[in-house]
Nanobody, 119 residues
Framework: VQLQASGGGLVQPGGSLRLSCAAS????????MAWYRQYPEKQRDLVAT???????NYADSVKGRFTISRDNAKKMVYLQMNSLKPEDTAVYYC??????????????WGQGTLVTVSS
């Protein structure tokens, strides 16, 4: 099982980016999916989560600006980021609770994608 994140880059303050994350491999089912971010020398913090049914929760710092969504058929999760601020600069990681082909369930992580918000 692999999670492949993409979509990071350099954007000016006030701009937008859309992150994508694709799950692949021997997957029986995917439960919750999420995005985290990590600042240099800091712990990884939760940004947003989404259930199979589409219920989402957000960190207070991104509420009203970020939107998490998923496509269960395509095994993908997205993070639409609007009104970006310099403090959103971080490495973003996707996360998913996956039951693999051996019927073993655990959390998987993507490789991280860098988002830089700067003028």
């Amino acid at each position: 099982v692999q999670l492949q994140a993409s979509g990071g880059g350099l954007v000016q303050p006030g701009g937008s980016l859309r992150l994508s994350c694709a799950a692949s491999g021997g997957i029986i089912s995917i439960d919750h999916m999420a995005w985290y971010r990590q600042y240099p020398e800091k712990q990884r913090d939760l940004v947003a989560t989404i259930t199979v049914g589409g219920s989402a929760n957000y960190a207070d710092s991104v509420k009203g600006r970020f939107t998490i969504s998923r496509d269960n058929a395509k095994k993908m999760v997205y993070l639409q980021m609007n009104s970006l601020k310099p403090e959103d600069t971080a490495v973003y990681y996707c996360n998913a609770a996956i039951t693999n082909a051996h019927y073993y369930a655990r959390d998987y992580w993507g490789q991280g994608t860098l988002v830089t918000v700067s003028s």
